[in-house]
């Protein structure tokens, strides 16, 4: 598990480090949703063919001097070499360090200055199905690192009869306590799953509901080719390869 692509968007001026594998194994992820080997939809994201050294991800950022350098999974913190690339990317590119989006299980790291974090559930059982991880592990490491001055945001997958509102509801009045910013995004159906997307007005019954404790709350209600095509509404996927394999389209619900 580890580094194997950089991407760059030149409008916005930032890098994106984008990793393999994750601490979780949750049975909703967005993951799952694109085709993966021979075209067969549902099946997880593949591993990479070759990951990125050190000191290729180091000279790769050191010839595009981002302002910003993103991480983004999987889950960026199952890397070793996390650690050592934060301590590059700040201390001697002098650029800003981000979380692009994490699962919040360790934000616990030096020389990181934002973390987009997708809060899962608010209920222990609902965190355990979903997760296999305490729920208090990842609400301390949120709670930990906010009061330690990181700028964060966080989002949560609405999904009926599993993620209800009342789960929102729940996550968006922690939230409320630490400043951070939060987003619903409506969930798009897994293969082999049991739930259902939300319709349009029960997303806004959710952000009504998360409204009450968070202000200037967002949604996403995506269909699955919205997602497969970012780039066309939001600037800010329009990236471009420049170290590791060929691009390939994922599903990806932090978006916010």
């Known amino acids: ?16 480090v984008h990793n393999y594998g994750c601490t979780f194994s949750c049975p909703i992820c967005s993951y799952k949703l694109r085709s993966g080997a021979n075209g067969i939809p549902g099946l997880a994201f593949p591993r990479p063919e070759k ?27 199952v890397s070793k070499t996390l650690p050592e690339i934060l301590d590059f990317v700040k201390n001697d590119l002098g650029a800003e360090t981000m979380l692009g989006h994490t699962n919040g299980s360790n934000l616990s790291i030096e020389n990181l200055d934002a973390a987009n974090v997708g809060l899962k559930a608010w209920d222990e059982k609902v965190h355990m199905k979903m997760t296999g991880i305490e729920k208090s592990r990842i609400y301390g490491e949120f709670e930990k690192a906010a009061k330690n001055g990181m700028r964060l945001s966080a989002n949560i997958i609405y999904i009926p009869g599993f993620v209800d509102v009342d789960q929102v509801e729940s996550v968006a009045e922690f939230v ?20 259902r997307r939300p319709t349009v007005q029960e997303m806004e019954e959710a952000q009504k509901a998360a409204s009450k404790y968070v202000p200037n709350v967002k949604y996403s209600h995506m269909t699955p080719e919205e997602v497969l095509s970012l780039e066309r509404n939001d600037d800010r996927f ?19």
């Open 51 to 77: 990951y990125l050294s050190t000191e290729e991800i180091k000279e790769t950022l050191s010839s595009i001097s981002p302002r910003s350098v993103h991480f983004m999974g999987g889950e960026p913190t």
């Open 176 to 195: 409320s306590g630490l400043g951070a910013k939060f987003h619903i995004m409506g969930y798009i159906p897994v293969p082999g799953q049991p739930y």
């Open 238 to 256: 329009d990236v471009e390869v420049v170290a590791g394999q060929k691009f390939i389209r994922t599903l990806i619900h932090d978006v916010a």
């Open 1 to 16: 598990m580890a580094f194997y692509r950089i991407t760059y968007n030149k409008r916005h001026d930032f890098a994106t």
